[in-house]
């Protein structure tokens, strides 16, 4: 009789390396709602002094003004929907990405063929990496931070050397 992990080769093969990639979003909706708040009651007055002085058109601008705040948060709220999910196994390595309007695209990598490749500012740090399979590159981790990319690319490093290693035989 055969085995579930027989039939579906994902379960025969543990994870060496997952990771759930998202891009760091420094307000919750509530603290949105908050400083939408403040900023609208302090619009609001601003306005409303400049109305009592006879400059009743500036009260629009102020409206603008708050209009163009609420649509640069709603657009950044809408891009951190995006993520990036990259797993190893032993034979494969998958990179999957999803664009803040839900399109996905894969990428699946032979880990025995695959080198990261960084791109390092002397000023700044880590500014890129890349998966370099046979002449194909993929751009990971774009969103993160260069301290957090450095930790990503020592542990990807890893588990790409594990992966080369191949499977640990216990006796």
């Known amino acids: 009789m055969a085995l579930d992990t027989d039939l579906d080769p994902e379960l025969a093969q543990p994870k060496l390396f997952s990771a759930l990639l998202k891009p760091h979003r420094a307000l919750s909706h509530k603290a949105f709602l908050v400083l939408m708040g403040v900023l609208g009651t302090i619009s609001f007055a601003a306005g409303v002094g400049f109305w009592t002085m006879?400059?009743?058109p500036v009260f629009g601008f102020f409206g603008l003004d708050l209009l163009a705040i609420?649509?640069?948060f709603r657009i950044s709220f809408a891009r951190g929907r995006a993520s990036?999910?990259?797993s190893i196994t032993i034979s494969e390595l998958r990179v999957r990405r999803i664009s803040h309007r839900g399109h996905v695209a894969e990428w699946v990598l032979n880990p025995l063929w695959v080198r990261l490749e960084k791109i390092v500012?002397?000023?700044f740090g880590i500014e890129q990496l890349y998966l370099v399979s046979r002449g194909r590159r993929v751009?990971?981790?774009s969103f993160l931070g260069a301290e957090?990319?450095?930790?990503?690319a020592n542990a990807l490093t890893a588990a790409?050397?594990?992966a080369r290693r191949g499977p640990l035989v216990r006796h």
């Open 70 to 72: 609420y649509i640069a």
């Open 160 to 162: 790409l050397e594990a």
């Open 54 to 56: 006879g400059a009743w």
């Open 148 to 152: 957090e990319k450095a930790s990503f």
């Open 121 to 123: 500012h002397a000023e």
């Open 84 to 86: 990036e999910e990259i």
């Open 139 to 141: 751009s990971v981790a």
